[in-house]
C-alpha cells in the first residue's frame, strides 16, 4: 500500500505539473534506474519526444481520472497502470498492478499485464509465477479481446487475453532459457491466434525456442504456413524474419551496414542475428546482438533476449 501511494503520488505531482503548464523533468541518468540489464547496466527511462511524451501524459490523466472515480474498479486500475508503464515508470506499473492483485485476485488481467512489466524490468522468474497463474485461472474460460493501448493505424485489436498471457509466459521462460517451456507457451499462444498478426509473432517466437532445444523439425513444421501474403495489419516485422527463415527474404534487405537506421537494428536485428546463429556464424551473431542491445529502448523484447543470449555467451566465456 506505502509503495502504491508513493507511485500515485508521483502520477499526481506529474499530472499537476502538467495541467499547469509547467515542464516536467525529463528523466536522466541522475535519478535512479528502472531496472538493471542482465549485463549489469542500469537503464533509465528514455527521455521520450515532446509530442509522444504530452500525447501520453495526456492518456494518464484521462485514465487517473477514471481511476479517482472508482480506485476498485479493475479496468480502471488496469489502464492507471499501463498508462505509466508507456511513460517508462516500470516500477510504478507493477505497483499499481500489485493492487490490482490485492483488490481482485482472481482477475487473470492483473498477473497478465504485472507478468509483461516483470519481463520488462528482467524479473523473469516473478513474471513466470505470474502469468502461469493468468494461465491457470483463464482454463476453461471464454476468450476476451484485449483492447489496445497504442492501436495500429486501422484502429483493430489484434490480441486477446488468452493470446497475450500465453505469449508473455512463452517469453518469460524464454528470457530464462527454458527453450522447452517456451515452446509451450508459444505453441499455446499459436493455438488461440485468431489472425495473421499473432500468428506470426507466436510463429516466430515458437520457430526460436524450437531451433534452442534442437527440435528443428518441429521448427522447419512451423514455417510452414506462413506465406507472402498474409494479412499483416502491424507485426510486418515478424512476418518478414519468418519469410527469412523460409528463404525468401534476404538477411541483408532486413539489417544495414554498422551505423545505419537504428531503427531497422531494433526491428531486425535479434531475428537476424539468430538467424547466423542458426547458420553456423555464432561471431556475426554475438556482433548483430551486441547492436542490438545499443538501441536507446531497451523494453522490447527482442533487446531483452539479445541481452540474455549475450550474457549467456559471456558466462560461458567465464
Known amino acids: 500500500m506505502k509503495r502504491l501511494a508513493a507511485a500515485l503520488a508521483l502520477v499526481l505531482a506529474g499530472l499537476l505539473t502538467a495541467c499547469a503548464g509547467?515542464?516536467?523533468?525529463?528523466?536522466?541518468?541522475?535519478?535512479?534506474?528502472?531496472?538493471?540489464?542482465?549485463?549489469?547496466?542500469?537503464?533509465?527511462?528514455?527521455?521520450?519526444?515532446?509530442?509522444q511524451r504530452q500525447a501520453r501524459e495526456a492518456d494518464l490523466t484521462a485514465a487517473y481520472s477514471v481511476y479517482q472515480r472508482d480506485p476498485e474498479n479493475a479496468d480502471a486500475i488496469i489502464w492507471l497502470g499501463r498508462r505509466v508503464a508507456y511513460l517508462d515508470r516500470f516500477g510504478d506499473a507493477i505497483d499499481i498492478f500489485t493492487e490490482g492483485v490485492r483488490k481482485h485476485p482472481d482477475d487473470p488481467r492483473m498477473y497478465r499485464h504485472?507478468?509483461?512489466?516483470?519481463?520488462?524490468?528482467?524479473?523473469?522468474?516473478?513474471?513466470?509465477?505470474?502469468?502461469?497463474?493468468?494461465?491457470?485461472?483463464?482454463?476453461?474460460?471464454?476468450?476476451?479481446?484485449?483492447?489496445?493501448?497504442?492501436?495500429n493505424a486501422q484502429n483493430i485489436p489484434r490480441s486477446t487475453l488468452h493470446f497475450n498471457i500465453w505469449y508473455h509466459l512463452g517469453l518469460a521462460h524464454y528470457l530464462r532459457g527454458d527453450f522447452n517451456r517456451a515452446a509451450y507457451g508459444f505453441r499455446n499462444a499459436l493455438i488461440v491466434s485468431r489472425n495473421d498478426?499473432?500468428?506470426?509473432?507466436?510463429?516466430?517466437?515458437?520457430?526460436?525456442?524450437?531451433?534452442r532445444a534442437g527440435r528443428e523439425a518441429e521448427a522447419a513444421a512451423v514455417l510452414e504456413p506462413i506465406r507472402p501474403d498474409m494479412e499483416i495489419l502491424e507485426n510486418r516485422a515478424y512476418h518478414q524474419r519468418l519469410l527469412m527463415y523460409k528463404g525468401l527474404v534476404s538477411p541483408d534487405s532486413l539489417l544495414p551496414p554498422n551505423g545505419q537506421d537504428a531503427a531497422a537494428v531494433a526491428a531486425h536485428g535479434y531475428g537476424v542475428g539468430n538467424w547466423h546463429l542458426y547458420n553456423g556464424r555464432p561471431e556475426q551473431a554475438e556482433e548483430i546482438f551486441w547492436r542490438v542491445t545499443s538501441a536507446e529502448d531497451w523494453a522490447p523484447f527482442a533487446y531483452i533476449a539479445a541481452e540474455a543470449d549475450l550474457r549467456r555467451i559471456l558466462r560461458r566465456r567465464g
Do not use: K, M
Not at 516536467?24 to 533509465?44: D, I, K, Q, W
Not at 513474471?127 to 479481446?145: E, F, K, M, S
Open 114 to 151: 504485472r507478468g509483461h512489466r516483470y519481463i520488462t524490468v528482467r524479473r523473469f522468474d516473478e513474471a513466470v509465477q505470474d502469468l502461469q497463474r493468468a494461465a491457470n485461472l483463464i482454463a476453461g474460460t471464454p476468450d476476451q479481446v484485449e483492447p489496445d493501448g497504442r492501436p
Open 197 to 211: 498478426d499473432t500468428r506470426v509473432s507466436s510463429s516466430e517466437w515458437l520457430y526460436a525456442s524450437l531451433r
Open 22 to 51: 509547467g515542464r516536467r523533468n525529463s528523466p536522466t541518468a541522475s535519478g535512479p534506474p528502472e531496472a538493471v540489464s542482465l549485463l549489469g547496466a542500469p537503464l533509465y527511462a528514455r527521455q521520450l519526444p515532446p509530442d
